[in-house]
C-alpha cells in the first residue's frame, strides 16, 4: 500500500527566506508526483507535477524535484512571501492506476512579515 | 469556467439523520472524483466515476455511504444514516479527457454531525 509522508509538519519562516518541503513515498512505482496548495475554507489547487520520467518542474518560484528511485521529492520556495502561506501537500498516482491520487498530510507553511 | 462547484458549503445535522452532498463538475471533464478529510485521515479518495460510470469505490467507508452521477453535469454523495465520525470536509474534483490526475478541486463542503 501506497505511504506518502511529508516533513516538516509545520514551518514558520520570515519572509524573503529560500524553504525547501519535503515528501516521501514507500512505493517507487508511481506514474507522476503533484504538489497542491491548500488556502484555509478552500479546494486544492495544483502548483506543479512531475511525470515519473522527469526530475524536475519549475513555476516561477517554485520548482520541484523528483528522485523515484529513492521515494523523495521536493518543493522549494524561493523568496518566500507572506502569500505563500498556506498548506502544502504532495500526492502520488499509482502506476497500475494512475487516475488514483494518495496524498501525504500536509505541510503547513506560514510566512512571517 | 466558474469551476467545480459544491453545494452545500456548510452542513449541520444530527446524528441518524440523510445527507447529501452535491457536485457539479467542470464542463467537459469526465472524471469526478469524491474526497473526504479529517485532521486523523488526511485527504481519501472515496470513489471515482468517469463518464458517469463509478471505476473505483474501494474508498467508501462502509454500506452508508453511497455516491451516484446521473449525467455528466451533476453527482451525489449520500450518507445514510449519518454518523458523528462522518465529519470531515467532502471534496468533489473533476479532471479531462485523458489526464485524470490533472484534478481541480471544489471548495468543500463541511459537515458535521452532532
Known amino acids: 500500500k501506497q505511504e506518502v509522508t511529508q516533513i516538516p509538519a509545520a514551518l514558520s519562516v520570515p519572509e524573503g527566506e529560500n524553504l525547501v518541503l519535503n515528501c516521501s513515498f514507500t512505493?517507487?512505482?508511481?506514474?507522476?508526483l503533484q504538489w497542491f496548495r491548500q488556502d484555509p475554507g478552500k479546494g486544492l489547487t495544483s502548483l506543479l507535477l512531475?511525470?515519473?520520467?522527469?526530475r524536475e518542474q519549475t513555476s516561477g518560484r517554485l520548482n520541484a524535484s523528483l528522485d523515484k528511485s529513492s521515494g523523495r521529492s521536493t518543493l522549494y520556495i524561493a523568496a518566500s512571501q507572506p502569500g505563500d502561506s498556506a498548506t502544502y501537500l504532495c500526492?502520488?498516482?499509482?502506476?497500475?492506476?494512475?487516475?488514483?491520487?494518495?496524498f501525504g498530510a500536509g505541510t503547513i507553511l506560514r510566512v512571517k512579515s | 469556467d466558474a469551476g467545480v462547484i459544491q453545494s452545500p458549503r456548510h452542513e449541520v445535522t444530527e446524528m441518524g439523520q440523510e445527507v447529501t452532498l452535491r457536485c457539479k463538475p467542470i464542463?467537459?471533464?469526465?472524471?469526478l472524483f469524491w474526497y473526504r478529510q479529517t485532521m486523523m485521515r488526511g485527504l481519501e479518495l472515496l470513489i471515482y466515476f468517469n463518464n458517469n460510470v463509478p471505476i473505483d469505490d474501494s474508498g467508501m467507508p462502509e454500506d452508508r455511504f453511497s455516491a451516484k452521477m446521473p449525467n455528466a453535469s451533476f453527482s451525489t454523495l449520500k450518507i445514510q444514516p449519518s454518523e458523528p465520525r462522518d465529519s470531515a470536509v467532502y471534496f468533489c474534483a473533476s479532471s479531462p479527457p485523458r489526464y485524470p490526475y490533472e484534478q481541480y478541486f471544489g471548495p468543500g463542503t463541511r459537515l458535521t454531525v452532532t
Open positions: 512505493d517507487s512505482a508511481i506514474y507522476n
Open positions: 464542463s467537459g471533464h469526465d472524471y
Open positions: 512531475i511525470q515519473s520520467s522527469q
Open positions: 500526492a502520488v498516482s499509482r502506476g497500475i492506476d494512475g487516475n488514483k491520487l494518495v
